[in-house]
């Protein structure tokens, strides 16, 4: 066991800049504790310097708050009690066991591939944003691992991953008209105190907004000893992900805590899309950019709410109950409305509709004898109608989470929910999920094994029962006051989007974000049926409503 050093000294603001541009910061080998001494406590004193867990100078071009933040570590090479604090910040940070020492747990961590910008939680210019949203970009250089047309168009769809959530936009500009945000491929030392590594460590770093990174603001470093990559899998750093991350920074935002986030500080393989929680801190920054579109009228003659569904992007198949109690389809085929087709049957309900793959549909209605019935489209044929059984006091909600298979829920005679799914070679029974009833119910998911159900209750509020995929959840209170059953539909992992009629029948919205709800947000109209909703792409929502005419209208997001 070490002991501590008598000889300890006060580490100067020179050395502590001279430390912190020398990169051998990952320690080799785990059991370090306070009292230990020698060079891989150094190690792990740079990693925590450099990262943000203990005040040191090169942080402050990236504009990071040191205050709060551990002491540096008397002598470099002790473990002392400054040393300690700033670990347990940096499991704390980092979703580990907050143990104080250098377990194995956090060593492994510090071994992997990550951003250089600092993981401080606070930031001085914490919700710093450029005041534009038209932006532009420059290259200082290209590395040598790809064409210059590879690094364009890698590049281009990293600063999508933002756009597409966002009013902001980029385009590529020469160096000589002073871009905003400055690209270059550099290794080790290249000017900005924060030298790069070598091979593997830190891969990239960037600057927040101005005023936060002065000169460099905006400006987006990628380490040229790293080998980068554009090919899927990968056959060195992918470039999309990690300078998606790093744009991430140039325009404001800090290291997520999600593991599994864009904004996430480790690298894990490549992964080009921003997730819920990137697209929450990207939005409260700029907004979404994003607006509502409608009302589109499509004619039609309704005795019913909409079914609707869709199996590719930009393809909608909407389904009614006619004035003769037949089905019928209209469809959207990308560039034009097609129906209405006839599409027969009686029906007591409206239509639900869901679609598990290309070309696919699956229909389901209530009956004259309130059995559940069902009717798909196979890609080249109407098939159907199947009876499915049960007693239904409602009309049906289904979704799908995978291919070939199908999940239906309905009122029974005692007000509860019902569920009966196929599992790609049969149907099930009808299984009792409770609850008390006053609407049909409504269900999506979004994901693997995910279904989320959402009905109203007995106080006309809307209630949110899900699957997690091993078990159901209890009934949530989502509050409003509903004069329709919902719907639902979800454009992401873990992205919810409910409609209802309201009080004062208009249409109105609340959303899931992966985190926390929405209020409730009017949307207008005047609605005499529920609304129906899906999505077929990230940020796309379509809305269907009968009107006051019988009319079907149309409402989108994009
Ligand atoms: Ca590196």
């Known amino acids: 066991m070490a002991t501590r050093s008598k000889k300890a000294k006060t580490v100067s603001e020179a050395e502590l800049v001279q430390l912190t541009s020398e990169k051998d910061y990952v320690p080799q080998s785990a059991g370090l504790a306070e009292g230990d001494q020698g060079p891989d406590v150094a190690r792990l004193q ?4 450099d990262f943000g867990y203990m005040q040191a100078p090169n942080l402050e071009p990236f504009g990071a708050e040191t205050r709060g933040l551990a002491e540096p570590p008397a002598a470099m090479g002790v473990f002392d009690d400054n040393t300690a604090q700033a670990l347990e910040s940096f499991q704390q940070f980092n979703g580990l066991p907050v143990t104080g020492k250098l377990d194995e747990a956090t060593l492994e961590l510090m071994n992997k591939p990550r951003c250089g910008f600092p993981d401080v939680a606070e930031f001085v210019l914490q919700g710093s944003k450029w005041n534009k949203t038209h932006l532009t970009y420059g290259y200082q250089n290209f590395t040598p691992d790809l064409t210059q047309a590879q690094t364009r168009t890698a590049i281009a769809q990293a600063f999508g991953l933002w756009s597409a959530v966002t009013p902001l936009t980029f385009t590529e500009v020469p160096m000589g008209s002073n871009p905003d945000i400055v690209i270059r491929f550099v290794a080790g030392n290249h ?8 091979p593997g460590g830190v891969l990239a770093h960037a600057y927040y907004p101005p005023p936060g990174g002065g000169a460099l603001a905006g400006d987006t470093h990628f380490d040229e000893a790293e080998t980068w990559s554009v090919n899927l899998p990968a056959s060195g750093i992918d470039l999309v992900t990690v300078a998606g991350h790093e744009f991430g920074h140039a325009l404001g935002l800090a290291h997520s805590q999600v593991n599994g986030a864009l904004m996430y500080a480790y690298y894990g393989g490549p992964h080009r899309k921003v997730e819920a929680d990137d697209i929450a801190g990207i939005q409260a920054l700029y907004g979404s ?16 709410g909409i079914g609707v569904s869709s199996w590719a992007a930009n393809r909608l198949d909407c389904f009614v109950r006619g004035t003769d109690n037949r089905m019928y389809h209209k469809w959207w085929n990308g560039s034009s409305w097609l129906g209405w087709e006839n599409l027969g049957g009686i029906l007591t309900s409206a239509p639900a509709a869901v679609s598990w793959g290309p ?18 489209w196979n890609g080249s044929s109407w098939l159907g109608w199947e009876n499915l059984g049960g007693v239904l006091t409602s009309g049906i909600g289904v979704s799908s989470w995978a291919t070939n298979r199908l999940d239906t829920f309905v009122r029974g005679t005692d007000n509860r929910m019902w569920h009966k799914w196929w599992n790609g070679s049969s149907w099930s029974g009808w299984e009792n999920l409770g609850g008390i009833l006053t609407s049909a119910p409504a269900a999506v998911s ?13 106080d006309n509020a809307m209630w949110h029962k899900w699957w997690n995929g091993s078990s159901w959840s209890g009934w949530e209170n989502l509050g409003g006051v509903l004069t329709s059953a919902p719907a639902v539909c979800s ?7 409910c409609f209802v009629r309201g009080a004062d029948n208009a249409m109105w919205h609340k959303w899931w974000n992966g985190s926390s709800w929405s209020g409730w947000e009017n949307l207008g109209g005047v ?11 990230a940020n796309r929502i379509d809305t269907f409503v009968r009107g006051t005419d019988n009319r ?7």
Do not use: C, Q
């Open 446 to 458: 979004w994901g693997p094994n995910r279904i989320d159900t959402f009905v109203r209750g007995t």
């Open 552 to 558: 079907m209208y149309h409402k989108w997001y994009a």
């Open 191 to 198: 000017g900005d105190g924060n030298n790069f590594d070598g």
């Open 527 to 537: 609605l005499t049926s529920e609304p129906a909703a899906v999505s077929w792409g």
């Open 46 to 49: 740079h990693y925590l310097l």
């Open 359 to 376: 070309n696919r549909i699956d229909t389901f209605v209530r009956g004259t004898d309130n059995r559940m019935y069902h009717k798909w």
């Open 289 to 304: 950019g994003k607006k509502w579109y409608g009302w589109e009228n499509l004619g039609g003659i309704l005795t019913s």
């Open 491 to 497: 454009w992401a992992a873990n992205r919810l989007d």
